[in-house]
């Protein structure tokens, strides 16, 4: 049967956004030109699916439609220009209102203390909003390809990774920094984006649908993830080794719910793979090839379990002077993505160094400073909304397709507290996808499926 063409633009137009991003928005804010490119590609992903745009105001889950209009009128409440007797009264504001004194002018200001930067975090959420826009209406299956999708951009990840790790690795480095060779980032400027990438990918290899039945998928999958497991640890990622878990651990829950629901038979009355040990399987191969990294590479792999010991993690004091600022704009915030330039006042003299921070390497904090009580409270709601559609997907036929979503949002979640993950592009839009997986599972809760 022919599918509709609405159809085929529908997959192309989330394939196609999902691919820019991978390729050009890794890097943050420093590369404004690949940020454009994904965003525009987000922009005529959004034109192509207008209708899909206007059945997702109609038929998505209410607590999300409420987090999306939260989540923008925020930024954009923060670049309305207030009286002067207002922005006056905001926390914060002294140093803004001596200025305006000192060049002896007045008037209006916004909430923000940088309305650029605000404004330039609004673009930013162009992308997400567009990959779960855009994604809405496609079919289940179209929807399932896009998973697999995101799995062999993760192998592409660990292939591009390998090769940069030798000597001459900077040669396949997109983003400039960093030592050559040291370790795997794959298309991404931080390492710690990369192995949460990874992680997601790892997390679809292990609970997605097949595509179609066949005795070898189970293999394939524990191969999968298990490569994907050793990209992760060469990324010598702290928050990415330990975040590999939910993957390996959503595998067992998977594989115990297929032993309590099917026992070991599968349809035709035939003899399956015991699910316990498909579980087991992969988490069995995933340690074996651990293994022989160690046996292969020891230096690699003793480097990644050093790095725990956190010896010299100058975030600390960052985190000293963080607090500060949060204190100092409570309860409304400095704008959001106003961080960089709020912070060099407020840091203390003995913690400046050559460099700047530029980020909190705690969005929690940050989101503090930059958002106050307000982008607290919305970062809880989305938190609760998220628990409630992981809870309503539970009678969905897609259930841990949502929940492999679930998963990776919680992972930002977890690793926002040491990081900040949501600062660039490709995570974003796979954040989006993650949403949308998890959107679409919560509103077919009754068995229909996606």
């Known amino acids: 049967m022919k599918r509709p063409k609405a159809d085929r633009i529908g997959i192309v137009a989330l394939v196609v956004l999902l691919t820019v991003a991978f390729l050009c928005g890794g890097g943050g804010i420093r590369f404004g030109l690949a940020n454009l490119a994904v965003q525009l590609a987000a922009l005529t992903a959004l034109a192509l699916r207008y209708g899909s745009t206007l059945q997702f ?88 390809l896009a998973g697999w999708l995101v799995v062999a951009l993760g192998i592409v990840t660990v292939l591009l990774g390998l090769l940069q790790l030798n000597p001459a690795g900077n040669n396949f480095t997109i983003y400039p920094g960093g030592t050559p060779g040291a370790f795997l980032v794959g298309t991404f400027a931080n390492r710690n984006s990369t192995g949460l990438w990874l992680g997601f990918c790892a997390t679809l290899a292990c609970l997605l649908p097949s595509p179609k039945p066949h005795p ?21 990622s702290r928050t990415g080794l330990v975040l590999a878990a939910i993957p390996l651990g959503l595998a067992g829950l998977k594989g115990w719910a297929w032993l309590l629901e099917r026992g070991s038979t599968v349809p035709g009355g035939r003899r399956g793979p015991h699910p316990i040990l498909i579980a087991l399987g992969a988490i069995t191969l995933a340690a074996t090839t651990l293994g022989g990294l160690a046996l292969a590479a020891p230096g690699r792999l003793g480097e990644t379990l050093e790095r725990f010991q956190a010896k010299d993690d100058p975030r600390r004091f960052i985190w000293e002077d963080a607090i500060y600022s949060a204190e100092r704009t409570w309860p409304t915030g400095a704008g959001i993505g106003t961080f960089d330039e709020v912070f060099q006042i407020d840091e203390s003299l003995e913690n400046v160094s ?23 409270v919305l970062a809880a709601f989305w938190l609760l909304g998220c628990l409630v559609m992981a809870w ?59």
Request: proline content about 5%; aromatic content about 8%.
């Open 216 to 236: 070898a998928v189970v293999w394939v999958r524990v191969a999968l993830t298990a490569l994907l497991v050793v990209g992760i640890v060469l990324t010598k």
């Open 57 to 144: 105001w109609r038929d998505s889950p209410v607590v999300l439609r409420v987090l999306i209009v939260l989540t923008l009128i925020l930024p954009l409440a923060q670049i309305v220009p207030l009286p002067e007797h207002l922005w006056k009264a905001l926390a914060g504001h002294d140093l803004v209102a001596r200025s305006f004194e000192a060049a002896g002018t007045d008037g209006w200001m916004t909430w923000s203390v940088y309305p650029q930067r605000t404004a330039l975090a609004l673009t930013a959420l162009i992308t997400p909003l567009a990959v779960v826009l855009a994604g809405w209406t496609i079919p289940r299956h179209h929807l399932l």
């Open 354 to 376: 050559l460099r700047t921070s530029g980020r909190a390497h705690n969005d929690y904090l940050e989101l503090a400073m930059e958002a106050g009580l307000p982008g607290l």
């Open 392 to 450: 309503q997907a539970r009678r969905s036929q897609l259930a841990w397709s949502g929940w492999a979503g679930g998963a990776f949002l919680l992972a930002i979640a977890l690793q926002s507290i040491t990081d900040y993950p949501l600062r660039n592009q490709t995570i974003l839009a796979f954040a989006g996808f993650a949403l949308l997986l998890l959107a679409r599972a919560a509103a077919n809760r009754r068995g229909q499926g996606l």
